[in-house]
C-alpha cells in the first residue's frame, strides 16, 4: 500500500496494484457518512474495433458499451439492485466515449457493498431471453434523448466534427444498432475489456484504507485470471478538417439552441501534456466568454444569450475539441459576434491581470468540487486513464503562463476547424 | 451550457440534475431532499432575520444561502419572480455585471448565484454563495467576511435610478425570464410535470410558476418594483444559513454589520397549503412532434410534512416508485419492457405524488393499466417484507447522505423552519423503521389519481 499525501488540500490517497493487475485507490474522506465506490473499465462507446489478443481484430455493433453495461445488473439469481437495497445502497453506472463505470454510494455496509461491486461486475449473466428484453429499455433511453434537445444539439455537432471517428456515433447506438446484439458479442466486449488490468477501483469517503485493500486483495485473490496482453483498438484515419462546417435539425423547442465549436487538428496527447492542453484551453475559454468577459457581457445586453450560454472543452487521447453556446433568440448572429471576438482576441492578447483572475478562479472551482466525492471518484479514473492525475490539476495551473495562453488562443481558435449545430422551433 | 450526459444505467442521476437547475420540476427530486435536521446548527435572531449556522470542517468551502419567503400569489408572483435576477447583475458598489463577476473571481472564483423556487404554495428568493475556505489556498487572505459583506451589499445595496431599480436591468431579466419561461418546452419531462400541475390545481396557487407570468413581466416598472422590495425585505421573514468551517459569532458579527435592513413587523405566512379532495379523476391528452410519449400520473396524498404520517408516506413512495427495487420500475420497466424510466416523485409542501415514465406512444393503456395496478396492489397490503426491508434501508441511507452536501443540509433545516415542524434525523430514521404494512396501506388508502397527463406525437387519436 503506497500513501501519496497533497498537503495544501490535506487530502491522503492510498494506492496499490493488485496481482492480476487491478489499480486501486483509497481516500479516506475526513467527517463524511457516506462512501462512494466507482469500478471502472477504460472501455467506452468509442472502442467499437479491436482485437482481442490472439484472435482476429472484430467490429461491434454501436451502443454495444453500454448495452453491456445495462446487462451486467443481470445475476443469475436475479437483479442486483436487490442485493444493494439490502444493504440501503443506491448503485448506478454510466458508460461515456472511453469509460464504462459502476458505482454505489452508502452509509453503512461499505465492505458489503464493495463486495457486491466486485463480484457483479466481474461475473456477467448474459442469456438470449433477457438480452431481448432489454432492447425495449434501451430502445426508450435512446427516444428520450432524441427528443432531448440539448443532447441533439450537442451531438450534433459532434457528428458535424469528425468524418470517421467513432466518438461521433450516440453512446447508446440506434434502436437498429441494437437489435444486431447477442449475448455472443456481449460475452466477446465483456472478455476483451473487463480484465482487471483494464480496470480501476476508486473508494472514497468514510472507509479505512488498510480494511479496503485487505477486501480487495481477498475478493481478487479466489478469482482466475490469466494474465491479459495488451487490447489493440483501431481506429480509422481522421481527417484534420471538419466533416461538415454547419447543420440545422427542427425539433419542437421555444427558442433556437446552437453549440458551435472547434476541432483540434492534432490529437494523440497523453499524461501532462494533456492535462496542460485542457486545463490551458479552459482558461482561454473562460477569460474570453466566462461571464466577466466583455464578450459575455455584451451578448447578455443584446439578449443574444441568457444563463444557458457556457463552453466546455473535451480533450481525449482520441480526439479533442471546444464547445460553446446555449439558447438564443438569433444563433447566427451569435455565432458571427462570437467568432469575431475571438478574431480580435487572437490579435489582442489576453491579459496579465485577466489570466490571472481566471486562474484563481479555476483552483477556487477545484477546491469546491473536492466537497463532491462523486466528483473526486469519477474524475481522478478519468484522468489516470489518460495518464495523468487530478491533484496535478493546481499545480499545473500555477505553472500555466500567459504566453502559453496567447499562443492556445492562436492555435485553437482556426476557422476551417470550426463547426456550427443548431437546433431550430418547428 | 448543459454538461456532457453520459448514458446511465438509472435515469435517477438525470432528474437530480434538473433538481439543482431551474424548472419547476425541483418539486419532484429524485430523493426526497427534505429529511434531515441537523441539531449543530447555531440559530440567532439579528433584526428579525433567522441566521442559522453550522460549522464543519467537512467541506474545503463555505456556503452562504439568504432566503426570502413570500406567499405564492397571483399579485406578488412576477414581481417577485423578477427580484433575485436583477439583484444578482449589479448593486450600487459593483454597477456592472462584468465589475461584480470580476470582484467574484478574484475571491477564488466564488460561486454566486440567484434563483426563485417554489416549494409548495410559497415562492422563496434565494442568494447563495459559495466561497472557497482559505486554510486550502496558498493565498491566505480572509475570504469569509469578503462573502458576506458581498451578498449583504447585493441584497441591501441595489442599483438604483430614479427612485427604482435599474431600468436597463428590469428590461433585460423580464425578457430572459419570459424566455425560460416559453422554453420550459424545450425539456419534455419537465414540461409534462408543469401542465399536469396547471391541470391538478387550476383553482389553486400551487399551478403557478415560480417564474411569474410572461405577459406580466414586461409590465413590471422599475420603480414599483424597488418599492415592493423595500417592503419584502422589512416585512417577510428572512432566513440566512451559513455552512462551513467557521466561528459562528464571526458570521453573526459579519451579518449584523452587513446586512442593515429596514424591518418592520414581520409577517407570519402561515404553512396551509391547500388540499382538495378529488371528485373526478382527469384525463389531458397533448400532441407535439415529439418521438416519445411522455406519462405522467399526478396524485393527491393529503399528507404534508407537518403530518405525523409523513414519514410513512416516504416509505410509500419508496415501495411504489421511489428505488429500483420499486413496483414501478420493476413492473413498467423490467418486467414489461416498457420504459427506460419509471418513478414516482413527492412534493410534500403541496400533498402530491407523481408518478412518471417515457414510452412508446402506443402503450399508453397498458402502461396506466400496469401502473394503476401498483396502486391498487399498495391498497390491498401486496407488499413483500423484503420490499419493506430495503426501501427502509434505502430511505435511512438516503437520509444520512444528505449530511455531506451543505446545500442538503440547508435545504432540509429551512423545510423545518418553512412548515413549523421540527424534526431530528434520527427521530425519522425512528419512525421510517417502525413503519408497519398497515401502516403503509393506511396511506394508501389516502392516495388519489387527480389527473392523467399524455404529451404525444401528432398522428393518431
Avoid at chain 1, 458489503?112 to 457483479?120: A, C, D, G, S, Y
Avoid at chain 1, 441494437?178 to 475489456?193: D, G, P
Avoid at chain 2, 410535470?193 to 415560480?210: A, I
Avoid at chain 2, 414586461?218 to 432566513?239: F, G, H, K, R
Wanted: hydrophobic share 35%.
Amino acid at each position: 500500500m503506497e500513501q501519496i499525501r497533497h498537503d495544501q488540500i490535506n487530502e491522503t490517497i492510498y494506492y496499490e496494484k493488485m496481482e492480476n493487475g487491478l489499480d486501486v485507490y483509497v481516500l479516506p474522506k475526513h467527517g463524511f457518512s457516506k462512501s462512494y465506490a466507482t469500478f471502472t473499465t477504460k472501455y467506452g462507446s468509442i472502442d467499437n474495433h479491436f482485437q482481442i489478443p490472439g484472435k482476429d481484430p472484430v467490429k461491434v455493433p454501436d451502443g454495444i458499451a453500454h448495452f453491456l453495461e445495462h446487462k451486467m445488473f443481470e445475476q443469475e439469481d436475479g437483479d442486483v439492485f436487490n442485493e444493494f437495497a439490502n444493504n440501503g445502497a443506491s448503485a448506478n453506472a454510466f458508460t461515456s466515449f472511453e469509460r464504462t463505470a459502476y458505482l454505489f454510494s452508502s452509509t453503512g455496509h461499505v465492505k458489503e457493498n464493495l463486495t457486491i461491486l466486485l463480484n457483479f461486475v466481474q461475473d456477467p449473466h448474459f442469456t438470449d431471453e433477457n438480452v431481448e428484453k432489454e432492447k425495449g429499455i434501451i430502445g426508450q433511453e435512446i427516444k428520450m434523448y432524441d427528443d432531448n434537445a440539448d443532447w441533439r444539439v450537442y451531438f450534433g455537432l459532434i457528428e458535424n466534427m469528425y468524418h470517421n471517428h467513432p466518438v461521433k456515433i450516440d453512446i447508446a447506438g440506434t434502436i437498429n444498432s441494437i437489435s444486431q446484439i447477442t449475448k455472443e458479442t456481449l460475452y466477446t466486449c465483456y472478455e476483451t475489456f473487463y480484465h482487471p488490468s483494464n480496470m480501476l477501483l476508486f473508494v472514497v469517503g468514510a472507509v479505512q484504507p488498510e480494511e479496503i485493500f485487505q477486501l480487495v486483495r481477498e475478493n481478487q485473490a479466489q478469482k482466475q485470471y490469466g494474465s491479459q496482453p495488451e487490447i489493440q483498438r483501431y481506429f480509422d484515419k481522421e481527417p484534420i478538417g471538419v466533416a461538415t462546417p454547419n447543420s440545422v435539425r427542427e425539433m419542437s423547442v421555444a427558442m433556437p439552441k446552437v453549440m458551435f465549436g472547434y476541432k483540434e487538428k492534432k490529437a494523440g496527447l497523453h499524461g501532462k501534456d494533456l492535462l496542460q492542453q485542457e486545463l490551458t484551453t479552459q482558461l482561454v475559454l473562460d477569460i474570453l466568454l466566462g461571464p466577466s468577459s466583455d464578450i459575455y457581457q455584451k451578448l447578455y445586453e443584446q439578449g443574444l444569450i441568457n444563463d444557458t450560454f457556457g463552453t466546455d472543452y473535451s480533450c481525449e487521447t482520441q480526439y479533442a475539441f471546444s464547445v460553446i453556446g446555449g439558447d438564443t433568440p438569433n444563433p447566427e448572429e451569435l455565432v458571427k459576434q462570437v467568432t469575431e471576438g475571438l478574431e480580435q482576441a487572437k490579435i489582442t492578447g489576453i491579459s496579465q491581470k485577466d489570466f490571472e483572475l481566471s486562474k484563481k478562479k479555476k483552483i477556487g472551482a477545484f477546491l469546491r468540487s473536492l466537497n463532491s466525492i462523486e466528483f473526486i471518484a469519477n474524475s481522478f479514473t478519468k484522468y489516470k486513464f489518460n495518464g495523468t492525475d487530478l491533484f496535478q490539476i493546481v499545480p499545473t495551473l500555477e505553472n500555466i503562463t500567459v504566453e502559453q495562453a496567447n499562443q492556445r488562443l492562436k492555435d485553437h481558435f482556426q476557422m476551417e476547424q470550426r463547426s456550427v449545430s443548431m437546433i431550430k422551433p418547428v | 451550457m448543459a454538461p456532457f450526459l453520459p448514458h446511465l444505467k438509472l435515469h435517477f442521476r438525470l432528474i437530480e440534475n434538473i433538481n439543482w437547475t431551474i424548472m419547476e420540476i425541483t418539486h419532484f427530486p429524485i430523493k426526497e431532499r427534505k429529511i434531515l435536521n441537523q441539531p449543530a446548527f447555531e440559530t440567532a435572531t439579528i433584526d428579525q432575520m433567522n441566521i442559522h449556522v453550522l460549522p464543519t470542517d467537512k467541506f474545503k468551502t463555505t456556503t452562504i444561502v439568504v432566503q426570502i419567503e413570500q406567499q405564492l400569489k397571483e399579485e406578488t408572483l412576477t414581481l417577485t419572480a423578477l427580484l433575485p435576477f436583477i439583484l444578482k447583475r449589479g448593486s450600487a458598489k459593483y454597477p456592472t455585471t462584468k465589475e461584480l463577476r470580476q470582484y467574484l473571481d478574484s475571491l477564488f472564483g466564488a460561486v454566486f448565484y440567484t434563483d426563485v423556487i417554489k416549494k409548495g404554495e410559497k415562492q422563496i428568493i434565494q442568494l447563495q454563495l459559495e466561497i472557497a475556505n482559505e486554510k486550502y489556498l496558498s493565498d491566505t487572505s480572509p475570504l469569509l467576511q469578503k462573502g458576506i459583506e458581498f451578498l449583504g451589499e447585493i441584497m441591501t445595496n441595489p442599483l438604483i435610478q430614479d427612485n427604482g431599480f435599474s431600468k436597463n436591468y428590469v428590461r433585460s431579466e423580464a425578457e430572459v425570464l419570459q424566455n425560460r419561461i416559453s422554453s420550459l418546452v424545450d425539456d419534455k419531462i419537465r414540461y409534462a410535470n408543469q401542465r399536469v400541475t396547471e391541470e391538478m390545481c387550476k383553482e389553486e396557487p400551487y399551478r403557478l410558476l415560480s417564474y411569474g407570468k410572461a405577459e406580466e413581466l414586461s409590465q413590471v416598472d422599475p420603480a414599483q418594483l424597488y418599492t415592493y422590495y423595500q417592503q419584502l425585505l422589512a416585512e417577510n421573514p428572512i432566513d440566512i444559513y451559513i455552512v462551513g468551517d467557521v466561528v459562528p459569532d464571526d458570521v453573526k458579527d459579519g451579518i449584523a454589520k452587513h446586512f442593515k435592513v429596514k424591518r418592520n413587523q414581520v409577517q407570519d405566512l402561515p404553512f396551509a397549503p391547500i388540499q382538495k379532495k378529488v371528485v373526478e379523476e382527469n384525463l389531458i391528452v397533448e400532441k407535439m412532434k415529439v418521438g416519445q410519449g411522455k406519462l405522467n400520473i399526478g396524485c393527491r396524498t393529503h399528507t404534508t410534512l407537518v403530518d405525523d404520517d409523513y414519514e410513512t408516506l416516504l416509505v410509500y413512495n419508496g415501495i411504489l416508485g421511489g428505488f429500483p427495487h420499486s413496483k414501478l420500475f420493476v413492473n413498467v420497466r423490467e418486467k414489461a419492457s416498457l420504459a427506460y424510466y419509471a418513478v414516482s416523485r413527492l412534493e410534500s409542501h403541496k400533498g402530491i405524488l407523481m408518478m412518471m415514465s417515457g414510452i412508446e406512444i402506443d402503450k399508453f393503456e397498458q402502461a396506466v393499466d400496469i401502473m394503476k395496478k401498483q396502486l391498487q396492489l399498495m391498497k390491498d397490503g401486496t407488499i413483500s417484507d423484503q420490499e419493506m426491508a430495503q426501501t427502509k434501508a434505502t430511505l435511512v441511507n438516503q437520509l444520512l447522505e444528505t449530511k455531506d452536501n451543505a446545500r442538503t443540509i440547508i435545504d432540509f433545516s429551512y423545510n423545518s423552519q418553512l412548515s413549523g415542524k421540527k424534526k431530528t434525523v434520527e427521530g425519522m430514521i425512528e419512525k421510517i423503521k417502525s413503519t408497519t404494512i398497515d401502516d403503509v396501506v393506511k396511506i394508501a388508502q389516502k392516495i388519489e389519481v387527480d389527473t392523467i397527463y399524455f404529451l404525444r406525437d401528432e398522428e393518431g387519436n
